[in-house]
């Protein structure tokens, strides 16, 4: 077994939030060259290069990325059980830290409460909805466990791990008028007002790459999808909207889809470190892992098994 202190931990934990040894030796309250030499010792007892001491400021090794979720994961762990012995746990709990972008926290997630709920694990959830790079970036500090988010270049290689959620459209719909016909027709009208998502949100992103905008009429952007859904219920304009968050208001007339414009697609992915994490997590893991990914088949709208 490892002979590794657990100030060692925390020392490396806060290297590698000031990325800098001088200013983490005197937020640890140590001399730097007593500081430096835990740090090594860390390493040498992993037998792993954690630092890159080459760059400015210090850089973690892809070693120490992935060490960096098992040292949170560690302390995090010894946490609980403290607390638990001593009576001041929340039940024991495990404490699972999911990060998900605002409209896949919001439709998705309950969908998966069968993956994400482990009573036998005796666990409970937080969840943090963000901004698709806040999300990301809560994960990337390892300050999440799991990140539910669409697709990443970075985080679709070491040291992350990911499973395909499914295939998700975006939608171009309108609201409807009192018979049910869509208050816009973009066949008779090119100036069509449309509710664009700003170029440097992640749908923003999506719909420039594939050359999806919708016309020069644009009266609102916003990042927020359900903002955006609110105002196109309103009749403000048409804008597209990914199919998991209209499915209700397209099966009920609310909403109608305009032909005209080709389906855009997203996927959906579930992201966590390489690192091993705590039983819990690892539970939910694979159940995840036995029910995606949840491909959208002849039309079927991802995880809702009906056709659009």
Same mark, same amino acid.
């Given at each position: 077994?490892?002979?590794?202190?657990?100030?060692?931990?925390?020392?490396?934990?806060?290297?590698?939030?000031?990325?800098?040894?001088?200013?983490?030796?005197?937020?640890?309250?140590?001399?730097?060259?007593?500081?430096?030499?835990?740090?090594?010792?860390?390493?040498?007892?992993?037998?792993?290069?954690?630092?890159?001491?080459?760059?400015?400021?210090?850089?973690?090794?892809?070693?120490?990325?992935?060490?960096?979720? %098992?040292? @949170?994961?560690?302390?995090?762990?010894? !946490?609980?059980?403290?607390?638990? /012995?001593?009576?001041? #746990?929340? $039940?024991?709990?495990?404490?699972?830290?999911?990060?998900?972008?605002?409209?896949?926290?919001?439709?998705?997630?309950?969908?998966?409460?069968?993956?994400?709920?482990?009573?036998?694990?005796?666990?409970?959830?937080?969840?943090?909805?963000?901004?698709?790079?806040?999300?990301?970036?809560?994960?990337?500090?390892?300050?999440?466990?799991?990140?539910?988010?669409?697709?990443?270049?970075?985080?679709?290689?070491?040291?992350?791990?990911?499973?395909?959620?499914?295939? %998700?459209? @975006?939608?171009?719909?309108?609201?409807? !008028?009192?018979?049910?016909?869509? /208050?816009?027709?973009? #066949?008779? $009208?090119?100036?069509?007002?449309?509710?664009?998502?700003?170029?440097?949100?992640?749908?923003?992103?999506?719909?420039?790459?594939?050359?999806?905008?919708?016309?020069?009429?644009?009266?609102?952007?916003?990042?927020?999808?359900?903002?955006?859904?609110?105002?196109?219920?309103?009749?403000?304009?048409?804008?597209?909207?990914?199919?998991?968050?209209?499915?209700?208001?397209?099966?009920?007339?609310?909403?109608?889809?305009?032909?005209?414009?080709?389906?855009?697609?997203?996927? @959906?992915?579930?992201?966590?470190?390489?690192?091993?994490?705590?039983?819990?997590?690892?539970?939910?893991?694979?159940?995840?892992?036995?029910?995606?990914?949840?491909?959208?088949?002849?039309?079927?709208?991802?995880?809702?098994?009906?056709?659009?």
């Amino acid at each position: 077994m490892k002979n590794i202190e657990t100030k060692w931990l925390k020392d490396f934990l806060t290297l590698a939030e000031l990325k800098n040894f001088s200013h983490a030796a005197e937020a640890r309250n140590v001399t730097q060259p007593a500081f430096s030499r835990r740090i090594k010792s860390l390493e040498s007892e992993l037998g792993l290069e954690l630092i890159d001491r080459t760059k400015t400021p210090i850089e973690l090794t892809l070693a120490g990325k992935q060490f960096k979720t %098992s040292a @949170l994961s560690i302390l995090h762990q010894l !946490d609980e059980e403290v607390k638990r /012995l001593s009576g001041s #746990s929340f $039940d024991g709990c495990h404490t699972v830290r999911l990060s998900a972008v605002h409209s896949i926290a919001i439709t998705l997630l309950p969908k998966l409460h069968s993956c994400l709920f482990h009573p036998e694990k005796n666990t409970r959830l937080s969840v943090v909805a963000n901004e698709v790079e806040d999300a990301v970036e809560l994960l990337i500090d390892g300050k999440c466990d799991f990140l539910f988010s669409f697709y990443e270049d970075k985080l679709q290689v070491a040291p992350y791990r990911s499973i395909h959620l499914g295939r %998700s459209y @975006l939608y171009c719909v309108s609201a409807v !008028d009192s018979q049910g016909n869509a /208050l816009f027709d973009l #066949s008779a $009208d090119n100036d069509v007002p449309c509710l664009d998502y700003t170029p440097e949100s992640y749908m923003g992103r999506i719909i420039q790459r594939t050359n999806s905008h919708l016309t020069s009429n644009s009266v609102c952007s916003s990042s927020m999808t359900n903002f955006i859904k609110a105002l196109v219920m309103q009749g403000k304009g048409i804008s597209w909207l990914p199919d998991y968050a209209i499915r209700e208001e397209l099966e009920s007339g609310q909403l109608k889809i305009l032909k005209e414009r080709e389906p855009v697609p997203i996927d @959906l992915y579930v992201y966590r470190y390489y690192s091993r994490l705590h039983e819990s997590c690892e539970a939910i893991w694979s159940e995840l892992n036995k029910i995606c990914p949840i491909e959208d088949l002849n039309g079927e709208s991802l995880l809702s098994g009906k056709t659009i």
